[in-house]
């Protein structure tokens, strides 16, 4: 797809790195997060800019390795090398680092991480019930303490409750976008969509980001009204579900659409898992934030039905003809979780399913689009 537009989405990383530098100067701190259930809206009333750190490329792995084992995920080890190398510089800007314990390689990673940075560790409950919801308000409770301490700051529900609109409008924005591959065809390449939700993460300005992605919406609904699209209505519509991606770490994207396929949506956390519910703006505020971030349907939590219906619905949605399972090398679980999500999915309504495990090298290209050509002719 052409566009303006998009072109400037192209170019907000680089403008990110700019305005960051330019706001350190005039005193603002800045918080780097890896993972969705890191809590933007504390980090926002807190008066600091939350951004996202680089893990999405093979480049910085081989520095990682002389530390980690070879056998760790890709994007535990993209994220440390990166750091370990001084080559993020939305590392480099940051005051203090949130993460999260989503699995073992990740929490024993940033104790490594914490000698290089100030880190917060919110340590996560692995289920979703009652007793788990008030375990988790402890910890948003903590790192509330913690981001007052550090920044020297007081946090009022105002500030929250501000934070929150703003959270939930970014949410409502992307949800929007997403849902114009709804349309048949799609005005729009995964590939595209996918640098979008990736490039705009890093935008200090989030109203400002709200209001591009907007506008793309309603340019994206004008070209299919007038018949523009990549696609056509035989081509093959993919839900890929499973790890992060971003760009960097998109190949199994760009095999699928290179070869036929379009996908549709992103069930993955720069996709819809982050943004298909809202905080809840009428509850008392750090209750209402940490009860949306432990809804968030992540293979680490056990059981982890969320997920299955999360697919179920989105597949039925988007009217996909087949979902993809993406997998990380050494991502335990979500590679056990695949066999329970593809029984499920067959169980509720049969669709071609196809696992792919894979790290980011280039390693394993050549096998990849002759699994995924083979998957998409099956469709057809």
């Keep these: 797809m052409e566009s303006d537009l998009l072109c400037e989405f192209e170019g907000l990383r680089a403008k990110g790195i700019t305005a960051l530098q330019a706001a350190k100067e005039e005193g603002r701190k800045v918080v780097g997060k890896y993972c969705i259930y890191s809590p933007m809206e504390l980090v926002l009333a807190a008066g600091a800019i939350p951004i996202p750190l680089c893990s999405t ?5 081989a520095v990682a390795e002389k530390v980690l084992p070879r056998n760790l995920c890709p994007l535990i080890k993209s994220s440390y090398g990166y750091a370990a ?13 949130i993460a999260e314990t989503t699995c073992d390689g990740k929490k024993k990673m940033y104790e490594l991480l ?9 340590q996560l409950p692995q289920k979703q019930d009652e007793e788990a919801l008030q375990y988790w308000y402890g910890e948003i409770l903590r790192l509330k303490n913690r ?17 929150i609109q ?17 349309l048949k065809p799609a005005p729009i390449s995964g590939i595209d969509l996918l640098m979008v939700l990736y490039n705009r993460s890093f935008s200090v300005d989030k109203q400002e980001v709200v209001l591009m992605v907007d506008r793309l919406t309603l340019e994206l609904k004008a070209l299919h009204g007038k018949g523009v699209t990549p696609f056509t209505t035989k081509t093959p519509r993919i839900l890929l579900t499973g790890v992060p991606v971003g760009i960097g770490s998109h190949k199994v994207v760009q095999i699928i659409e290179e070869n036929g396929g379009n996908v549709v949506c992103f069930e993955s956390c720069e996709g819809y898992k982050a943004v298909y519910d809202q905080v809840d703006e009428e509850k008392e505020p750090l209750l209402a934030i940490a009860e949306k971030y432990l809804r968030t349907p992540c293979s680490c939590m056990s059981p982890n039905l969320a997920r299955f219906e999360l697919v179920e619905r989105l597949a039925d949605e988007f009217d996909v003809d087949g979902v993809v399972d993406l997998t990380w090398q050494g991502c335990h679980t979500y590679n056990i979780e695949s066999y329970s999500l593809k029984k499920y999915l067959q169980e509720k309504r049969s669709r071609p399913f196809l696992q792919i495990e894979t ?16 998957f998409l002719e099956m469709i057809n």
Excluded: W
């Design 57 to 61: 490329k093979q480049d910085p792995i």
């Design 114 to 122: 914490s000698e290089i940075k100030p880190l917060h560790l919110l």
């Design 166 to 182: 703003m959270m939930n409008e970014e949410r409502r924005s992307l949800k929007a976008l997403q849902d114009i591959a709804k």
């Design 147 to 163: 981001l007052e301490v550090e920044f020297s700051v007081t946090i009022t529900d105002h500030d929250l409750r501000e934070a």
């Design 359 to 374: 790290d980011y090298s280039e390693s394993d290209v050549e096998q990849l689009k002759v699994r995924i050509e083979a």
């Design 85 to 97: 190398s001084g080559a993020c510089p939305f590392f480099n800007v940051s005051d203090l680092l």
